[in-house]
């Protein structure tokens, strides 16, 4: 088994000693026993946990949602792998909701967009315009496709 001290842990993680320390104050990495020569040594197991930390959060877990996973983890396989689940069921019922105000977001700039194309050269920008006159207006309704404060501000 190769041990590893925290810069070497750090490097072959692809992240600074500081999140390795981050990761063992808030529990989810275990801190090795600190020997009499000072110098803490990691495993083999502790690079796995530490990929599998930076694996998770880009799929877009938190850091709580790993620590959560981790107690459930403790209690039997398959208490944590019902647990896994649900939280992956959850993440992408939270992805299709991040897709969906994106559309709207693309579909107001697309509007914003056509106003340009419409434009006088001598008038000033419409969208400009367009964008000062809502400045009263929520992001949601800009998004949704109401484009009366649009049209006003051509």
């Known amino acids: ?8 842990l ?8 500081e999140t390795i320390r981050f990761y063992e104050r808030i529990g989810l990495l275990t801190r090795p026993a600190t020997p009499t020569s000072g110098w803490r040594k990691y495993s083999e197991a502790a690079l796995a ?25 403790a209690t039997g396989r398959n208490a944590f792998c019902g647990s896994v689940r649900r939280a992956t069921l959850t993440k992408i019922q ?14 107001g700039l697309q509007s914003l967009l ?3 194309s419409v434009r006088v050269t001598s008038d000033p920008c419409p969208m400009f315009n367009a964008l000062r006159s809502m400045h009263h207006l929520q992001v949601n309704n800009v998004t949704t496709g109401e484009h009366s404060d649009l049209d006003a501000a051509r």
């Open 1 to 8: 088994m190769t041990l590893m001290t925290i810069s070497q």
């Open 10 to 17: 750090a490097k072959k993680a692809g992240v600074s000693a």
């Open 49 to 73: 946990s530490v990929r599998y930390i930076k694996t998770s959060q880009k799929f877009g877990y938190t850091l709580s949602e790993m620590g959560d996973l981790q107690l459930t983890a």
């Open 94 to 107: 939270a992805v299709e909701e991040q897709i969906t105000t994106l559309q709207r977001v693309q579909r």
């Open 114 to 116: 056509t106003h340009c």
